[in-house]
């Protein structure tokens, strides 16, 4: 039976770039998506399906703080993920590998309203560093 206080809150969660962490960051959101090929056999009603490529995608959004997206345009970077939670199993960590960003936010403000600011990005890799296991 799950134990309540091994679920994890997102409010322990990291996202470093290049090594660096950003505090502003509040959501990261990261997938891996594979392409398939569909094949029909002779002699199955079943469908069968041939690994393709793959395809990294995410968004990282947070409060606006500094101008380090601009100034660091569509060059490529790193991410490591870390979610973590004092009541948890352990953590996770997880590296994205060649990130770049798909669009980036020049402008983006309305008077009386805190700025945010989203960067979605595609990367091509990941690594699993910590994964969390249960005793």
Known sequence: MLEAERAIQGHYGKLFKDGRWLTN???????????????????SAWVRHKKGILKGTGTMSGFKVTSEMIAHGFGRFEIISKLEDPEAFGHERIRLKN?????????????????????PFTFEGYELLDPIEAP
């Open 99 to 119: 990130c770049m960003a798909d669009e980036i936010v020049l402008a983006n403000w309305t008077a009386g309203e805190v700025v945010e600011e989203s960067t």
């Open 25 to 43: 960051v509040n959501h990261l959101e990261a997938k891996a998506a594979m392409e398939k090929t569909e094949l029909k056999l002779p002699g």
